[in-house]
């Protein structure tokens, strides 16, 4: 039997994938437990019963089990629900007695027409208005179920529900995953991850916008391709030395490169920054974020966003911007004919409400605010 167990532990988490394979498990914990009836349901407190999965018990029985109607009045699992442990096989004199059990309409209607004893259950979740348990039973002809057995099915339903777990863990994960893509499709500049050299494994719709602009930058099948031939070896030296991972990540803080447009309109902004190893969930493959400003683009979405996040002002807004999309304190201020100390005035500002320093750590900023991603 030892084998057995091994071999259905091992099922468990092979169960896992897209969808836990209950049939399965069940299966595989059955045969481990000297071909115990098995019966995994999802239940709450209001009578509704969830099958989930059942091995070696009568189509019958199980039909009366699901279909009742049960209450608490007339099941005593639901009626002593808060009495029963989690985590614990227990036979169903531990809930209620045996006086109780065998006069029960459950018991003459879904046991005793086909001779099954040694009934109990397992709760592998508890909650306040319900949870999973994996109930269990003896056919005719086999043994009573005792502490050997019961023990045996503890460790069993403890993996059990680990392999379960963890595949709801999965699901849960690839949800989001597909929830922070969606974000990352209607931020409003373009973005770009890379997990190593060739092409980025994702580009928003920005990103693409820009593209099908072919206003000086395109997407090839080797990666991002810029006309002006100076900016593509800056940029090209910059991705390859982002990714360079024997460099210390402290070695490795980013940079801009200013790509000229054929349209002669105000150049893009190209920033490339390390991905911070620590936060990564969901991204683990993505070493490098590169990020593409156009300031001919309109950016309200993002000015209201510092605006309501970090209680910048309008105008401290559009400066946390512009710094964020590459330009200089001087640019800012020629382009919006106010002196070098008033924008200075608010640059000290932004940086006294955002917790920052440095106009890496505003691009950082505005990329977390947006997503939850954040850079180092």
């Not at 777990?165 to 990352?184: A, F, V, Y």
Request: aromatic residues 6%; contains cysteine.
């Amino acid at each position: 039997m030892q084998d057995d167990l091994l071999s259905a532990i091992d099922t468990f988490y092979d169960c896992v994938g897209d969808g836990f394979d209950h049939g399965r498990a069940i299966s595989a914990f059955s045969r481990a437990a000297d071909d115990t009836g098995l019966c995994l349901v999802d239940i709450t407190l209001t009578g509704r019963f969830k099958l989930l999965a059942y091995e070696a018990i009568p189509e019958g029985s199980m039909t009366m089990m699901m279909n009742g109607p049960w209450t608490p009045e007339n099941h005593g699992i639901l009626r002593n629900f808060s009495r029963i442990p989690q985590g614990v096989p227990v036979l169903h004199r531990a809930v209620e007695s045996d006086d109780e059990f065998y006069a029960s309409e459950l018991y003459k209607q879904a046991f005793a027409p086909w001779s099954l004893h040694s009934v109990g259950l397992c709760l592998l979740k508890k909650g306040l208005l319900g949870g999973v348990l994996n109930g269990f039973l003896r056919n005719p002809g086999q043994d009573e179920i005792g502490h050997e057995m019961l023990s045996r099915m503890a460790l069993l339903n403890k993996h059990l529900w680990r392999a379960m777990h963890l595949e709801r863990r999965i699901d849960k994960l690839e949800q989001t995953l597909i929830q922070s893509n969606n974000i990352l499709d209607v931020m409003e500049f373009g973005l770009a991850l890379y997990s190593g050299e060739g092409p980025p494994v994702f580009v928003n719709k920005a990103a693409r916008r820009i593209f099908d602009a072919r206003d000086g930058l395109k997407l090839k099948r080797a990666g991002i391709s810029i006309s002006d031939q100076s900016a593509q070896r800056h940029f090209s030296d910059l991705l390859q030395a982002l990714l360079d991972t024997e460099v210390p990540l402290s070695a490795r803080s980013g940079g801009i490169v200013r790509v000229d447009r054929p349209s002669r309109k105000k150049p893009y902004s190209l920033m490339a920054i390390p991905l911070k190893e620590g936060d990564k969930i969901g991204l683990e493959n993505v070493g490098v974020v590169v990020l593409m400003f156009d300031p001919s683009a309109k950016r309200t979405t993002a000015i209201n966003l510092f605006v309501a996040s970090y209680g910048l002002t309008h105008a401290e807004a559009l400066l946390a911007l512009e710094l964020a999309t590459g330009s200089s304190l001087d640019e800012f201020a020629e382009k919006r004919r106010i002196s070098r100390n008033t924008a200075k005035t608010q640059l000290q500002s932004i940086f006294s409400k955002t917790g920052t320093s440095r106009q890496p750590e505003l691009v950082s900023l505005l990329l977390r605010s947006a997503t939850g991603i954040n850079l180092k």
